[in-house]
């Protein structure tokens, strides 16, 4: 059974960091594309980052460029999202997703796997 587990959320102040974390089981870690996606209600789901099988490629969302950090840990399965400099607009529930092998799938919000969640909020 495949399972990808967030954790790191909470509440934190405007410009504060945070160090969001998935922890995948049950599954060939190394051999899946992983990225980040954030929601907020009465919208859709939304692409944040993405980094590819052996990490040597990334993609940001516009809005989180030069603030936050995908990287992954192939030997601990894990994959992690440093979020800094915060703003209240980065509230939301964000969701881990996963790929086999296909970075641009996971991008795309199209592959198999997701997270349950774990919310995030950023007080002005």
């Known amino acids: 059974q495949v399972q990808l587990v967030e954790s790191g959320g909470g509440l934190v102040q405007a410009g504060g960091s945070l160090r969001l974390s998935c922890a995948a089981s049950g599954l060939t870690f190394s051999t899946y594309a992983v990225g980040w996606f954030r929601q907020t209600p009465g919208k859709e789901r939304e692409f944040v980052a993405a980094?590819?099988?052996?990490?040597?490629?990334?993609e940001y969302a516009d809005s989180v460029k030069g603030r936050f950090t995908i990287a992954r840990d192939n030997t601990e399965k894990t994959t992690y999202l440093q979020m800094n400099s915060l703003k209240p607009e980065d509230t939301a529930v964000y969701y881990c997703?996963?790929?086999?092998?296909?970075?641009?799938?996971?991008?795309?919000?199209?592959?198999?796997?997701w997270g349950q969640g774990t919310q995030v909020t950023v007080s002005s």
């Open positions: 997703h996963g790929a086999f092998l296909n970075f641009r799938t996971v991008a795309a919000g199209r592959g198999l796997y």
């Open positions: 980094i590819s099988i052996n990490g040597g490629t990334t």
